[in-house]
């Protein structure tokens, strides 16, 4: 006996879309939790990717390159900070 198809409206799949492209989760996984085929997810998948233009792996690595450089930013910064302190102490004594 067939089952019963079941219709999903356009703000489940684009919901279902972003917990695999932004969780980073396999379809697999998320089709189970949803309670959906996961062929039918991973098809959503494919057809929001090739519609958006910018692949998941390009913007993985955008984030991977943007966290560097802010942990490089904030190395610099505390470095910094680190070397204002010894010039105020530098020129307390030198004032004296």
């Known amino acids: ?15 279902a879309v972003r917990i695999v492209t932004e969780t980073g989760k396999p379809v697999a996984q998320v089709a189970k939790d949803l309670g959906i085929n996961e062929t039918t997810l991973a098809s959503w998948v494919s057809r929001a990717r090739k519609a958006g233009g910018a692949s998941p792996t390009g913007e993985s690595e955008e984030l991977e390159r943007l966290r560097r450089e802010n942990a490089q930013l904030k ?7 680190m070397e204002r302190e010894v010039l105020k102490r530098c020129m307390v004594l030198w004032v004296k």
């Open 75 to 81: 190395r610099g910064v505390k470095e910094l900070g």
């Open 1 to 15: 006996m067939a089952e019963k198809r079941r219709k999903s409206d356009a703000e489940f799949r684009e919901g």
